[in-house]
DNA sequence: TGAGAGAACTAACTAGCGTTAGTTTCCCTC
DNA sequence: GAGGGAAACTAACGCTAGTTAGTTCTCTCA
């Protein structure tokens, strides 16, 4: 199949695209509830108003509307980490900022912490080659501002990988139990509300944690 | 074809109270490992060894073998939390040794994490009746007990269910998300020196986050 | 206007699931 | 030894999974 060599003045079909979008949508949403094992294509299809066999007119199988679904999804969040981390304006960037901006973001997204954490149960194999690309120098380029900062006179080095790690899961985490919580607490975590005093809450905490003791 | 009747001086036939321990066992890895879902019975015959068929004369279904092994593994959890909490010598328990004792014991039974974590993700409904005589009091206990330390002046009194999200989300977040871990850092996080690595680093995270501010 | 491609459909297949029925085997007790 | 029960087995069920084949509709463009 030859790869068009000359420009298609008009995308082939529109809608195409709009019906791949839909199942994207339904899948995230089926597989951020319930796991890829757990999700059915009759499911999806439900979602999106079609039946199954026309899932196959836009992905070759479940499998690759998985990788799909994870793809489109982490494009944002890894960007913005991206930009974060690389903005290197000599100073460090403030925890407190980045951690109140990747919960903003989750919040409007909160499926995508339901599937990571999927993701890494059952191994994350379709998570590490979209991580191997932006999470390693991500991870360089961090340690290396933690340990310009204030900070590691506290942890000392071989401590900063732990910092990320609770990072993440602290973010990561307030998503995959907001249904513990709830029940436990009363207030909806995912609220607006919610969001916005928890992410007030853990940038203090890190703010807290990072800046030098005495 | 008959399994060679003249060999097999002691035929692995077991008895049932053994059996059961045994399914139970096997069940648990799978469950962990793969979720609900994802597990199915011939997994866990096979790691048993007998056949499926024969689980049913210990479980009436692949339901209740799940809420058995939930049960029979938040056990140990639930009594060592509520004996740390309880212990009420007027002084409050250390955060710095309850970590420790929390990370080691999930250490020696890294399934149980990654089973809460499955749970909490498909809704937490078979974990919330075993929860609901344990941790509803527990927080009770420790938001009083929180409250009565320094770490009251740092933080608020209504930021302390948010301490307590944050000390179950770095505990369970260290096992649930050690593949991502060990891929990126090198080490394994679940070998006895990343534990203790890991757990020392946390506890003096939380000891610093109770503490008194200046 | 007619050809072709995209995207929906119906129908059907295979494989595997959880589950049940009925049978056999072993061990313990009388 | 004989009887009974626990626990293993074989065989088969109904259902649903993911997937494929083949058809129809419709829209775009030459």
């Known amino acids: 199949m030859p790869p068009s060599p000359e420009i298609a003045p ?5 809608r195409g695209q709009e019906t791949s979008e839909h199942i994207l949508d339904a899948a995230e ?7 890829y094992a757990g999700t059915t294509l009759r499911n999806v299809a439900d979602v999106v108003g079609i039946r199954i066999p026309s899932l196959y007119n836009h992905f070759a199988n479940k499998e690759a509307l998985y990788a799909a679904v994870l793809e489109r999804g982490m494009g944002p969040v890894l960007s913005v980490l991206s930009a974060s981390m690389e903005d290197g304006s000599g100073d460090y960037p403030e925890p407190n900022s980045l951690i109140r901006e990747m919960m903003m973001l989750l919040g409007d997204r909160p499926n995508l912490p339901r599937l990571v954490q999927y993701e890494l149960l059952a191994g994350g194999h379709h998570l590490a080659p979209l991580l191997e690309n932006w999470l390693r120098p991500a991870i360089a380029q961090s340690m290396k501002i933690l340990k310009s900062t204030p900070a590691v006179r506290r942890w000392g080095p071989d401590q900063m990988p732990y910092l990320l790690v609770t990072f993440f899961n602290i973010v990561v985490g307030h998503f995959t139990t907001a249904s513990l919580t709830e029940s436990l607490m009363g207030n909806n975590p995912l609220s607006a509300e919610g969001l916005a005093e928890s992410s007030k809450f853990y940038g203090e905490l890190f703010a807290s944690l990072i800046e030098a003791e005495d």
Request: aromatic share 8%; hydrophobic share 25%.
């Open 10 to 14: 008009t995308p082939p079909r529109r």
């Open 29 to 35: 949403a089926c597989f951020a509830r319930k796991g």
